[in-house]
């Protein structure tokens, strides 16, 4: 008797073992079906079920992740916080934000501990120190803030700590701040955002990032913000790579290519579309990868969100050979002594630049010629 029910519960087991199997199989078929053919009956019920599926989960996972640093199946190791320093960053934010209140724009921006002096010239000098108007001359609702995470040095950290005291105006998060934890630095953002604030659009953007409050203003009025909004210099079709800086695991990502995606550099998010994405993460459904704005896109795919391609308005890229366009929005990689120059020029033209300043650019940074194809 007691060898009969030791081999009914290594059959049982063994009948668990390959259900799992079928299943993943299917799932992964499932994927790449859908990224093949947006369109597939199969691929998107099969994906509507195993998402819902696992949301009465969310709470167990929650759980779980608490006591395995949070984030279940990370691929990253995140370093021991310092709980003194956070708790005193902590405060300093509770004060300026007692209770949840509206701002009709919330701007976040990730930089790096000991990048005080950027830091600097945002606030006294760039696009956070102008007076931003609506076509009216009406004054535009907006916060905005520093992220960054903690470093190595604990000069560095007591520096950080010293500036959020003066100014009030960073957000330090529970993790070492460096590249393999992008992806959590900007997952703890929104968080931070939609828990702290009712508003209508968010910016995540880099310190290298300089944006036109007005032209944004007016750019979201011409968005549907009753829906989940995602938006910015959208990408589609991008390849993954199984290798390197941008290495992404087919057990991560299984198809070739990443869903659409906008660029890290600078993307605007509505609170709908942030309790989606937060949504997706918690269920464990994607796995995180180190990839910060394909793995964003990953989560809109999950959210059945299609990105919004700001093109144009928004520049993910040349920066400098577009800043006359007068619908220029948001630029990406306008460095330091460059946002300077282009707040001095916006205060006296309403442009970022001028033709000659295009002219020299071009001059200073001749393209390479292609190679010819053999």
């Known amino acids: 008797m007691r060898l009969m029910r030791i081999l009914f519960l290594f059959f049982i087991g063994l009948c668990a073992l390959v259900s799992i199997m079928i299943v993943q199989t299917l799932y992964l078929q499932a994927e790449g079906a859908v990224h093949e053919n947006r369109s597939s009956a199969f691929a998107q019920t099969f994906n509507k079920i195993r998402y819902y599926l696992f949301l009465p989960r969310t709470k167990l996972q929650l759980f779980i992740r608490n006591l395995r640093n949070r984030y279940k199946g990370s691929p ?7 709980p003194n320093r956070a708790e005193q960053i902590s405060d300093i934010i509770a004060e300026m934000v007692s209770q949840k209140e509206y701002v009709q724009y919330l701007v976040l921006v990730i930089t790096a501990p000991g990048k005080k002096d950027i830091r600097s010239l945002i606030r006294n000098e760039g696009y956070w120190a102008y007076n931003w108007t609506d076509s009216e001359g009406v004054p535009i609702n907006w916060k905005h803030y520093f992220v960054v995470g903690q470093n190595e040095d604990a000069n560095v950290n007591a520096a950080v700590l010293e500036e959020a005291k003066q100014f009030g105006d960073i957000l330090v998060g529970n993790f070492e701040d460096s590249y393999k934890n992008l992806v959590f630095k900007s997952l703890w ?13 968010m910016v995540k953007c880099d310190d290298d990032t300089i944006i036109n409050m007005s032209k944004y203003h007016e750019l979201m009025k011409q968005q549907d913000l009753s829906v989940p909004f995602f938006g910015g210099v959208r990408f589609g079709g991008m390849p993954v790579f199984r290798h390197g800086r941008y290495e992404v695991k087919p057990e991560e990502w299984a198809p070739d290519k990443f869903s659409p995606y906008c660029s890290g550099g600078g993307y605007t998010l509505n609170p709908q579309a942030i309790h989606k994405f937060l949504d997706v993460h918690y269920s464990g459904v994607q796995p995180v990868f180190l990839v910060e704005d394909a793995f964003m896109g990953t989560l809109a795919y999950h959210a059945q969100i299609n990105p919004v391609a700001l093109n144009g308005h928004f520049r993910a890229f040349s920066p400098h050979a577009h800043c006359t366009d007068p619908k220029l929005t948001l630029a990406h990689y306008v460095k330091d002594v460059y946002q300077r120059e282009f707040m001095k020029n916006f205060r006296t033209t309403g442009r970022f630049c001028d033709e000659q300043h295009v002219q020299q650019w071009k001059l200073d940074h001749p393209k390479k010629p292609k190679k010819k194809k053999t």
Not at 76 to 82: A, G, K, L
């Open 76 to 82: 990253v190791t995140i370093s021991e916080p310092d």
């Open 189 to 201: 953002l929104i968080e931070w955002a939609v828990n702290r604030y009712d508003f209508d659009t």
